[in-house]
């Protein structure tokens, strides 16, 4: 029987995206506040041409603030005067009608995106863990061998690494539990680590085990961590 794993908290329940106010800020900023929520929606779909029209409307924005005052609605002259009035027309139509009717645009998608369901998403959430522990062990090893790294059986350990195995330091029994792999293979293992002073990468694992084929090496790939012996 294998040992006991304590569950490892992940990420909660997706939630769905609430986005029915995003038209209010343009509306009632006068389109000074359309660029942020066109930017959030373009952010969210992950689209680089609405952030761009965020950019844009932007721009405008602050173009028009800083020339607003050049030209006041009661100068005496009239071609300033009417230089004012198309300002105007134009940042109303361009930012505050165009921004609005953009966010809901932007809002409507944004809420019909179908969040993950709750296993994939702890999933990402895991292989995220992964990165952030690989990383950890590239830049402070004694860090994260103080942390147990890609050791799950080592009773009393808090850091949550996604999930990383140590192949060259757990125990077979505890191989073939956190790969998913047969025991004699687990065994395989570490008598090859034994014999070679350990491994240094995934493809030695099918190189010197007969029982590491590609199909499978591809299935735990990213669960693998090689520390020296």
Request: proline content about 7%; hydrophobic content about 50%.
């Given at each position: 029987m294998h040992p006991a794993v304590s569950p490892v908290p992940g990420p909660g329940p997706a939630k769905r995206n609430t986005t029915w106010w995003w038209f209010l800020v343009p509306t009632f900023t006068c389109g000074f506040g359309a660029f942020a929520m066109v930017f959030t929606g373009g952010y969210k779909l992950k689209s680089r041409a609405h952030m761009a029209a965020a950019?844009?409307?932007?721009?405008?924005?602050?173009?028009?603030?800083c020339?607003?005052?050049?030209?006041?609605?009661?100068?005496?002259?009239?071609?300033?005067?009417?230089?004012?009035?198309?300002?105007?027309?134009?940042?109303?139509?361009?930012?505050?009608?165009?921004?609005t009717l953009h966010t809901v645009f932007l809002q409507l998608k944004v809420a019909k995106?179908?969040?993950p369901p709750p296993a994939v998403a702890a999933a990402a959430w895991r292989v995220q863990r992964r990165e952030e522990a690989r990383e950890l062990v590239r830049s402070n090893p004694g860090m994260a061998w103080e942390?147990?790294?890609?050791?799950?059986?080592?009773?009393?350990?808090?850091?949550?690494?996604?999930?990383?195995?140590?192949?060259?330091?757990?125990?077979?029994?505890?191989?073939?539990?956190?790969?998913?792999?047969?025991?004699?293979?687990?065994?395989?293992?570490?008598?090859?680590?034994?014999?070679?002073?350990?491994?240094t990468s995934p493809d030695e694992l099918v190189v010197y085990c007969a029982g590491m084929t590609p199909e499978?090496?591809?299935m735990i790939r990213d669960l693998l961590l090689f520390r020296p012996l």
């Open positions: 950019v844009a409307y932007l721009v405008v924005t602050v173009g028009f603030a020339g607003a005052g050049l030209t006041a609605p009661d100068d005496p002259s009239a071609d300033r005067g009417t230089a004012y009035d198309l300002a105007m027309a134009a940042f109303l139509l361009i930012v505050w009608l165009g921004g995106q179908v969040p942390l147990r790294i890609g050791r799950p059986d080592i009773e009393g350990r808090q850091y949550d690494d996604g999930g990383l195995v140590d192949v060259n330091h757990m125990p077979a029994a505890w191989l073939a539990y956190s790969l998913q792999i047969p025991q004699p293979l687990a065994d395989e293992i570490a008598l090859q680590r034994g014999l070679r002073q350990g491994f499978r090496m591809a």
